[in-house]
């Protein structure tokens, strides 16, 4: 759960990044009742997230001194998120995004409803808490990408940049006072207090979504159905070359960077002998490393490309992770601790904005789910392998491993860079290019699209050239096969051609037309000395 909110800061850190700046207070969508109230009730669940945490880890060291136990406590909440992000993201790209939210935030508080009862009855052992975790971590896995979207339904659209901002603030602060509330409660109180808590702060953000009545959208299309929305949105990450660099630098950090999570508790435990409110201020110190990061992210990006700036932070968190090896002075380890939540907040921050960049806003919650999917994959992995390292042989030699495969990975950027890529200035409003004159039932397909360039034989290498970038616009859209063929009976006549599954894929291909789609498209035009401009032309299978 905890790397559930962190992806939640890491976003709107992106995306405030990547919006245009307001010229509004950075206060103003405070003054929005519904916006208001769902940022207090959100903060005051992530406190109870962050709570929970630190309740189950600290429940598992006490039930199984083994370390995979306390290693499978991280992948057992990175699972649900590896299984279930890409699906939560199709369905909030084609459902009612609130009751979607709502009923995710009903399962949260039946699950962690049920772990308080368990608890107060003595019933707790290492199963019902991975259990737990992973029911916990599944109702996250179903928030995430409708919480990502739903906030331009908030506020007005001047507004968007410091809503985003505020809710990155309401994220780390939750961050920075959770773990250290969760160790006292738990010092005190025991373990089913802590649990009962965290379900009570759900009910604030159910309240609250429950009240809130959002602006229908008007749909001139029928809706998606799941699978072919699925493949749609695999479809669109697989022509987003960004993307792709994204997902390899994402496996290549945190497969590696996941091992200070998972052990962090056992080194709390048995490396320095705390008890839960120890534990609590070394998770606090990440938070507050995390907001520190938060705050100076923007200037350090005015000096820094994202490929520098990750590159850096990478190596910052390395020598974290190495420190947490050896260091077992409480606080000088707490100071490595500040570092480590302000590169994790920093890599986080880099990785969504390049996703953020190259997603348009039909996709977006599917294009994101992805990144999750391979984010939390990731952990998941990790995790079972550093606890497994840990179990063979020793902390130090476990988390010294990570921190060499750490330096290994940043590597990458030699092959996979975001700083040279030009999708990262993409312009993705959409622009609507609907073909509404012909009448072909919607299931009819596969469609052939056919278009006809007519081009100078000066112009036929620099128009090749140029037409290579629509297979990546037509295929984003949906396109299954795409090609380019020169008529050898008619010198410097082309056709351009690509085959969609049915009518409607391409009625939605067209609707979803973003600004960059039609620039690229208006210089392949610019080729075209055929009079008019190239038209389409449909051939579609016959009926059997």
């Not at 409803?113 to 971590?137: D, N, Q, R």
């Not at 496996?251 to 508790?265: E, H, M, Q, Y």
């Not at 700083?419 to 397909?445: C, I, K, M, Q, Y």
Request: glycine share 6%.
């Amino acid at each position: 759960m905890a790397q559930v909110n962190d992806i939640h800061a890491a976003t709107a850190q992106a995306a405030a990044v990547t919006t245009q700046p307001a010229a509004v207070s950075s206060w103003q969508p405070l003054r929005n009742p519904i916006f208001r109230m769902l940022w207090i009730a959100t903060v005051v669940s992530n406190i109870g997230s962050w709570m929970n945490d630190v309740g189950v880890n600290w429940t598992m060291l006490t039930l199984s001194a083994d370390p995979l136990s306390v290693a499978m406590v991280q992948a057992a909440s990175s699972l649900p998120m590896f299984l279930f992000a890409l699906p939560s993201g199709v369905m909030a790209d084609i459902v009612d995004r609130r009751k979607y939210l709502l009923f995710s935030q009903v399962w949260v508080f039946i699950a962690a409803a049920g772990l308080t009862l368990l608890s107060l009855a003595g019933y707790v052992t290492p199963t019902v808490l991975l259990i737990a975790a992973f029911l916990l971590s599944t109702g996250a896995a179903m928030s995430s990408p409708p919480f990502q979207a739903i906030v331009p339904d908030l506020v007005e659209k001047n507004e968007l940049a410091p809503a985003i901002a505020l809710n990155s603030l309401g994220i780390n602060i939750s961050r920075a006072i959770g773990p250290a509330l969760g160790g006292l409660v738990l010092s005190f109180a025991g373990p089913w207090v802590v649990f009962m808590l965290n379900a009570l702060s759900v009910l604030g953000v159910a309240w609250v979504l429950y009240r809130w009545k959002a602006e229908p959208s008007i749909q001139r299309l029928p809706p998606e159905h799941f699978f072919p929305a699925v493949r749609a949105g695999l479809r669109y990450v697989h022509a987003a070359p960004v993307l792709r660099n994204v997902l390899v630098r994402t496996v290549a950090f945190f497969l590696f960077g996941s091992a200070a999570w998972a052990l962090l508790p056992l080194v709390a435990r048995r490396e320095l002998g705390l008890g839960p409110g120890g534990y609590g201020i070394m998770l606090a110190c990440i938070g507050i490393g995390a907001i520190f990061g938060a705050v100076l992210l923007p200037g350090l990006r005015k000096r820094l490309n994202p490929d520098r700036l990750m590159v850096l932070t990478s190596l910052f968190y390395a020598a974290a992770m190495l420190a947490l090896a050896f260091v077992r002075h409480f606080w000088l380890l707490n100071a490595f601790l500040f570092i480590t939540g302000f590169a994790w907040i920093a890599v986080l921050s880099t990785l969504n904005m390049g996703a953020q960049r190259s997603a348009a806003k039909w996709v977006k919650a599917r294009a994101l789910a992805v990144y999750l999917t391979v984010f939390f994959g990731s952990m998941t992995v990790g995790s079972a392998i550093w606890g497994q390292l840990a179990s063979h042989f020793t902390l130090p030699v476990s988390l010294c491993v990570a921190t060499v495969g750490m330096v290994l990975a940043s590597l990458t950027v030699l092959r996979w860079r975001l700083d040279e890529n030009p999708d990262l200035n993409l312009d993705l409003r959409e622009v609507d290019n609907l073909a509404r004159t012909l009448d072909v039932s919607h299931e009819r397909g596969p469609i052939m699209v056919v278009y006809e360039y007519q081009i100078d034989a000066d112009d036929v290498y620099d128009f090749v050239l140029s037409i290579q970038e629509m297979r990546r616009v037509r295929q984003r859209g949906g396109a299954l096969s795409w090609s380019v063929y020169e008529d050898i009976q008619r010198p410097g006549i082309f056709l351009e051609t690509f085959v969609i599954g049915t009518w409607i894929e391409h009625l939605r291909q067209q609707e979803r037309h973003t600004a960059n789609d039609l620039l690229i498209q208006s210089k392949v035009y610019a080729f075209h000395r055929g009079g008019e401009l190239p038209r389409a032309r449909y051939l579609i299978a016959p009926i059997t």
